[in-house]
Structure formats: structure tokens, C-alpha cells
């Protein structure tokens, strides 16, 4: 259920227009699997496969063109979270799709 609602909430971001997908193909086009697992190291910290506890979702699975469109709605502080923030404020496009990519290649447990 949590999934679902995390999945929806995301969903919204995406149709709110917090980033422009209309070119998703070229968003993604310089996306790399494994640069995105080795960023991902500090992601896990709080983002465990297996667990959803309190506010922190399991990510593992999730649609890239959403977890993208949550880290440049942190980016842009569209969306309120400060840790969420500090650490988007960080990434480039590159990494953004990278880590959307790898994320979504899980499999959430």
C-alpha cells in the first residue's frame, strides 16, 4: 500500500511538470547502470532494499522518470526535505539519470 501511494505521489511530481520528460529518451541517453550503483553507495543508507520505514521509501524498483523527477523536485526544493535537498543540490543530470536507472534495474523486496 505504501508502495502504491509513494508510486502515485511520485506520479504527480511528473505531471505537475517538475522536470519536462517530453524528451525522456534524451534525458536518460548518458544514463549508466553501474556509475549509478557506485553513487548509490550513500542513497542506501536510509533508501534499504526491503524497508519502508516511517517516510524513507524503498526506492528498488521504482520507475526512473520518477525518481528523477523527486531528486530535481529536491533539486529545485519543489519538494520539502532537507537531507533530500543537500544531497540533490549536488547531482548533475548525469548522475540524476544514472541513479534512476540503476534504482529502477532493482528488483524492491
Not at 541517453?29 to 542513497?43: F, P, R, V
Not at 525518481?67 to 523536485?73: M, P, Q, R, T
Not at 544531497?87 to 528488483?107: C, G, M, P
Amino acid at each position: 500500500m505504501a508502495r502504491i501511494l509513494i508510486t502515485f505521489a511520485a506520479s504527480a511530481f511528473i505531471m505537475m511538470g517538475s522536470i519536462e520528460y517530453s524528451h525522456a529518451d534524451d534525458f536518460f541517453k548518458n544514463a549508466d547502470i553501474a556509475y549509478g550503483e557506485y553513487l548509490a553507495g550513500e542513497c542506501v543508507t536510509c533508501h534499504r532494499s526491503g524497508s519502508s520505514e516511517g517516510s524513507i521509501p524503498n526506492i528498488a524498483g521504482v520507475n526512473a522518470k520518477i525518481i528523477a523527477s523527486a531528486l530535481h523536485a529536491f533539486q529545485t526544493k519543489e519538494r520539502e526535505n532537507k537531507v533530500m535537498q543537500l544531497v540533490a543540490e549536488r547531482l548533475d543530470n548525469e548522475q540524476i539519470a544514472s541513479l534512476a536507472v540503476y534504482f529502477a534495474s532493482l528488483t524492491s523486496d
